[in-house]
């Protein structure tokens, strides 16, 4: 069963992610401001939502331990942390940049969380910087690169790092492994994109062994790649369907899968089932089957 506060948690990231996209893309600068907006929005509700949501920390904080007396790290104090902020976007926005997206996203990475600016919420705000820069940068043009279940994996390795940075200056190590993960998350999406792409060419030949409803169908699947879960009253209406080519889409979703789990195997490409909390009639759900490889 899910942790309510699990689902709070993802709900407030992804909203976060694409309210500091929107701004970007109206040229709203990498800023100190768009950061305390993302984070007001990154802890609105759920764990963290009593740690002054957008407001920079006026109490010293610590990482690990008790106190900061036997703490693991200890950020900048208040008095001296908004100077330290001010450097920071200062190197956000330095003009005739030399240094590579990649190794500049890996730098600002560690200097934020080396700076510790919120009460809470800075290793997800962290983490969200460096999509951010390399959208910025053009890079990436969608946020499809996130580095969070590598930094996950690699855990103590990630933190240890961090710590040789602060207590040795051996940013050499630290960038060695940020390029190694970029790296291999990158091959990973790459690789899930193929499977997908392959899944939807999968399904589109399916869809046309159907037959006559075969047209109408294939709207919902040009659809469902753009938007893979849906809702057949709501498509529908998008697409300009009828309602009968909706509950005859339904029933032709139920005919094949019977449950209607989107992770059981079954020869057609669109499984419907129930909308949870509202299973009445003509409310179902519809799941894309390429959303499977990605659990």
Known sequence: ???????????????AMNHGLRRLREEFPLSLRLIREIHKILLSKGRGSQKRPGEFRESQNWIGGTRPG??????????????????????????????????????????????????????????????????????????????????????????ELLDR????????????????????????????????????????RKIEEIGRPAASLLRVHQHLQRKPIITIPATAEHLSLCAHCGKSFAAHGEARHG???????????????PLPGDPQRGHRI??????????
């Open 165 to 204: 940075v602060r207590s040795h200056g051996d940013w050499e190590t630290w960038l060695e492994c940020f390029l190694t993960g970029v790296k291999e998350t990158a091959q990973q999406a790459a690789d899930t994109s193929k499977e997908i792409l392959t899944l939807i060419e999968q399904d589109r």
């Open 1 to 15: 069963m899910l942790d309510i506060d699990d689902v709070m948690e993802v709900s407030n990231y992804v909203a």
């Open 70 to 159: 036997n703490a693991a790290f200890v950020p900048p104090p208040p008095e001296k942390m908004m100077e330290c902020m001010g450097a920071f976007e200062k190197f956000l926005h330095r003009e005739h940049e030399e240094l590579p997206i990649l190794v500049k996203a890996a730098l600002v990475h560690v200097q934020f969380e080396t700076i510790h600016p919120f009460l809470d919420g800075n290793g997800r705000l962290g983490r969200l910087l460096i999509t951010f820069l390399l959208c910025v940068a053009g890079a990436i043009r969608e946020p499809i690169l996130y580095l969070s279940l590598y930094f996950k994996t690699n855990r103590q390795k990630y933190y």
């Open 286 to 295: 519809a799941k894309a089957e390429p959303l499977a490889i990605l659990d």
């Open 259 to 273: 449950s209607g789990d989107y992770r059981q195997t079954a020869p057609s490409p669109l499984h419907v089932s």
